[in-house]
């Protein structure tokens, strides 16, 4: 079974820019979240999506933003980039159950802005 | 509100020697609270993961880790590091009333372990 994918991996990007990440959950789950992590903050939640409906957010700026499509697969953006959005973003998909959803995450996606 | 106070930023161990890596937490309801490794460039890898079930969990690669009520704790161990344990450990908690969904993790700070051999 396959993981969770980002794409891509690495990119660098220029402060002004907007950049959108990419992410296929695990096959049958229907739950994608997204969490920022950086040397100083550490690991952030950003957002989470549930059947193409956002069902959670963290505490960042609207530049930040998410989808989810009808196949799970999810996209977030950031528009008008800053220094300190560089970081690693990591995707994680979970199945919808109530037993304690183990959330798988994936290799992310490193930022870089300059 | 919930939070993962993770004691120690850097833990260093000799190979075969006993790891100990704190966690406390904080949450108003009984919480789920999980335990990630990662790796260096590498995404977070699930160690083990408490859901009320039982009091100690065990988990990946030799790990376990015991939750404690009274004390708000869930260290993780190992009885005997190996040199391919070095890298950060991530403990979570999840808020169990949050209509089943664990996508919203507080992740503590994190802490570096090494291994000397």
């Known amino acids: 079974k396959a993981g969770v994918t980002q794409t891509p991996r690495y990119l660098i990007k220029t402060r002004g820019q907007q950049v959108t990440l990419s992410c296929s959950p695990i096959?049958?789950?229907?739950?994608v979240s997204w969490y920022q992590q950086t040397p100083g903050q550490g690991l952030q939640f950003l957002f989470e999506?549930?059947?193409?409906?956002?069902?959670n957010k963290g505490n960042f700026p609207g530049r930040f933003s998410g989808r989810q499509f009808s196949n799970s697969r999810s996209e977030m953006n950031v528009s008008t980039l800053e220094l300190g959005d560089s970081a690693l973003y990591l995707c994680a998909s979970s199945p919808w159950t109530d037993d304690g959803n183990t959330i798988y995450f994936g290799e992310g996606s490193w930022l870089t802005v300059v | 509100a919930q939070s993962v106070t993770q004691l120690g930023s850097h833990v260093s161990v000799s190979e075969g020697a006993l790891v100990l890596l704190r966690c406390n937490y904080s949450s108003s309801v009984p919480p789920y609270l999980f335990w990630y490794v990662q790796y260096p460039n590498q995404g977070l890898q699930l160690l083990l993961k408490y859901t009320s079930a039982a009091t100690l969990v065990k988990g990946i690669n030799g790990f376990e880790a015991e939750f404690k009520k009274s004390e708000t704790s869930f260290h993780l161990t190992k009885p005997s590091a190996h040199m391919s344990d070095a890298a950060e450990y991530f403990c979570?908690?999840?808020?169990?009333?949050?209509?089943?969904?664990?996508?919203?993790?507080?992740f503590g700070k994190g802490t570096k372990l090494s291994v000397k051999p």
């Open positions: 999506y549930f059947s193409e409906t956002q069902r």
């Open positions: 096959s049958g789950h229907r739950s």
């Open positions: 979570a908690v999840s808020d169990r009333d949050y209509g089943g969904s664990q996508g919203n993790l507080i």
